[in-house]
């Protein structure tokens, strides 16, 4: 079978955009290709530069993004400059996606909405520039997993004068929260380090990796730098490249990603949770579910996630905006593998049953009958459900299971 191409993200000293190109960059991302491709943005005012250096005795590339102008965008005309380019479909919906997710956080931590939300540094131009340029670095190495370590973040801090941010940055923290990624703890080396992962950095990682290290064969490895050189610890990033036999893993199969959609509600009932999800399903949701959380003041509250094509994304947000109380909702590309399935008719002594088969590699490795059909025979023949269920399924293994 194919092999699948994995990139293991290693937080060594931070996660930052830089940083990230930077790796991709030192793995064999052309620097030209990655300016032709984000010259489809249609957007200026910034010149790229990479360069060999060092950060404690480690040879990397440092990928600077130099400004030339300080031009403030707002979300709206960074997710049109995506939306309206000629990237690849791939490109375009992984970077709507983490630009997303970098601006509900931000809306959370100034308690405000995408249509207000004044951007300060993140305006900047470099910020599509690193999440786009990722992306297309990703999509050039023929990658199709992305997986990662635990993140370091340097030591909480509060903020050093008035007015100033702790570390980690508020947004940075939203979105570690938002999918429970694991972080490395205070140590002494991080003590005056500041800021180590940026929220654009926590953006890229937590919306395109899985948390963990797969096993895979490492071909490659490249580090990316960042703009700090503390002694004690090098300020980098790491990705492995390499490959991992979709054999190692015999009881699935890779499928398109797919979206997860989450939201956290308090004070709604639960005829509105039934109904949102029925209109979630009718626009092609794959999976609704509802998980009993505690939220602020020690109010009971519920997280409602969804997941839907990539395609479907637009009218499952519309659905969860009109017809919950929520103000915001976390978006999060994630991988699924589905094991392939067949439906099939048998004749039982209780009547004609449909069956639901699951098949790994073409051979059936389970039989579920329909309960639809079960529900019939029960009423027809006046037996309990789980008796004809149990009869029909043992009926189903032994004509269908070799």
């Not at 995506?82 to 956080?105: E, H, M, N, P, R």
């Not at 099939?344 to 590699?361: F, H, N, R």
Request: charged residues 25%.
């Amino acid at each position: 079978m194919p092999n699948e191409k994995i990139a293991y993200i290693q937080s060594i000293g931070g996660a930052s955009g830089d940083m990230m190109l930077g790796a991709l960059t030192d793995l064999g991302l052309p620097v030209d290709f990655l300016e032709t491709e984000l010259a489809k943005l249609n957007l200026d005012g910034y010149k790229l530069e990479a360069r060999q250096e060092t950060r404690c005795e480690m040879r990397g590339t440092y990928l600077n993004v130099e400004l030339l102008d300080r031009a403030k965008y707002s979300p709206k005309q960074f997710l049109r400059s995506v939306d309206y380019s000629d990237l690849s479909d791939s490109v375009k919906d992984q970077s709507c996606l983490i630009l997303k997710a970098l601006w509900a956080a931000e809306c959370r931590v100034h308690g405000e909405t995408e249509d207000v939300l004044e951007l300060e540094e993140l305006g900047s131009v470099d910020t599509v520039v690193d999440v786009v340029g990722s992306c297309i670095g990703f999509e050039y190495l023929g990658v199709t997993g992305i997986h990662s370590g635990p993140l370091v973040i340097g030591n909480a801090m509060p903020p050093r004068w008035a007015g100033g941010y702790s570390n980690p940055a508020p947004a940075t923290l939203e979105l570690i929260s938002a999918v429970g990624a694991p972080v490395v703890g205070d140590k002494p080396m991080y003590e005056e380090a500041g800021e180590l992962t940026t929220p654009t950095g926590a953006a890229l990682i937590t919306t395109l990796a899985s948390f963990g290290r797969p096993a895979f064969s490492v071909d490659r490895v490249g580090l990316g730098l960042g703009t700090k050189d503390p002694a004690s610890f090098p300020n980098a990033l790491r990705i492995w490249l390499g490959a991992m036999e979709q054999s190692d893993a015999v009881s699935i199969t890779p499928q398109d990603q797919v979206v997860l959609l989450e939201t956290n509600l308090d004070d709604v009932s639960g005829l509105v949770l039934g109904y949102a999800q029925e209109r979630l399903f009718a626009v092609g949701a794959l999976d609704v579910w509802n998980t009993p959380i505690q939220m602020k003041k020690n109010r009971p509250g519920t997280l409602l996630s969804v997941l839907v094509p990539k395609d479907k994304e637009r009218l499952a947000t519309e659905v969860i905006l009109r017809e919950t109380p929520t103000l915001g909702i976390r978006t999060r590309l994630t991988d699924r593998h589905v094991a392939d399935r067949q439906m099939v008719s048998i004749e039982t002594a209780l009547g004609t049953v449909a069956v639901k088969l699951k098949l790994l590699e073409g051979q059936a490795i389970s039989a579920a009958p329909e309960p639809d059909d079960v529900r019939r025979i029960a009423i027809e023949t006046g037996a309990p459900f789980q008796e004809v269920y149990q009869k029909v399924s043992d009926e189903a293994r032994r004509q269908l299971l070799k």
